[in-house]
T-cell receptor
Framework: AQSVTQLDSHVSVSEGTPVLLRCNYSSSYSPSLFWYVQHPNKGLQLLLKYTSAATLVKGINGFEAEFKKSETSFHLTKPSAHMSDAAEYFCVGMEYGNKLVFGAGTILRVKS | EAQVTQNPRYLITVTGKKLTVTCSQNMNHEYMSWYRQDPGLGLRQIYYSMNVEVTDKGDVPEGYKVSRKEKRNFPLILESPSPNQTSLYFC????????????FGQGTRLTVV
């Protein structure tokens, strides 16, 4: 079975500095991987997805993620944080039957 | 507009009073699922459905029922709610052929007293 591990439960950055949210996965086959964002009292919004095409994936709001098979990682990055990026971020894998496997989430705090 | 609609958004109920949370999607997706989100535990799958009349248990199915009589609807039923079912619930839909990313409803915050 697939598993997804988010390595940091909380990340704090200053506005204008880079963001790095780390995610490792384990899967016996080539996975589909996603990053979702959840703002307070809101639903989950898709940031980006990897589905066996290009290993560097660009998403909305300036976010990117790189799939590294050798490291079993799918880290989320953004060159410059905005205050509006403060939210909880989920790394998610997909198994057979489109079953989603969630990481525990990373809360991103952006300081002014 | 493509969307997943959950109702109600907020619900306070008493222990033992049967309730249903509805979920409807307008994208003709074959896969639908329910998750609950609890602090410190993330999102956990309750039930999922791969198509009409095909449902299966997820990771935390105890105390819940589902049905999939139509492709667009996937209601979550709590026959006898208990306080430990107080949680934030999300419905999601997806399609292997059109994604495969999942689309989520806005959530239902349930409190059982």
């Amino acid at each position: 079975a697939q598993s997804v591990t988010q390595l940091d439960s909380h990340v704090s950055v200053s506005e204008g500095t880079p963001v790095l949210l780390r995610c490792n996965y384990s899967s016996s086959y080539s996975p589909s991987l996603f990053w979702y964002v959840q703002h307070p009292n809101k639903g989950l919004q898709l940031l980006l997805k990897y589905t066996s095409a290009a290993t560097l994936v660009k998403g909305i709001n300036g976010f990117e993620a790189e799939f590294k098979k050798s490291e079993t990682s799918f880290h989320l990055t953004k060159p410059s944080a905005h205050m509006s990026d403060a939210a909880e971020y989920f790394c998610v894998g997909m198994e057979y039957g489109n079953k989603l496997v969630f990481g525990a989430g990373t809360i991103l705090r952006v300081k002014s | 507009e493509a969307q997943v609609t959950q109702n109600p958004r907020y619900l306070i109920t008493v222990t033992g009073k049967k309730l249903t949370v509805t979920c409807s999607q307008n994208m003709n997706h074959e896969y639908m699922s329910w998750y609950r989100q609890d602090p410190g535990l993330g999102l956990r799958q309750i039930y999922y459905s791969m198509n009409v009349e095909v449902t299966d248990k997820g990771d935390v199915p105890e105390g819940y029922k589902v049905s999939r009589k139509e492709k667009r609807n996937f209601p979550l039923i709590l026959e006898s709610p208990s306080p430990n079912q107080t949680s934030l619930y999300f419905c999601a839909s997806s399609s292997r052929m059109e994604g495969p990313e999942a689309f989520f409803g806005q959530g239902t915050r349930l409190t059982v007293v």
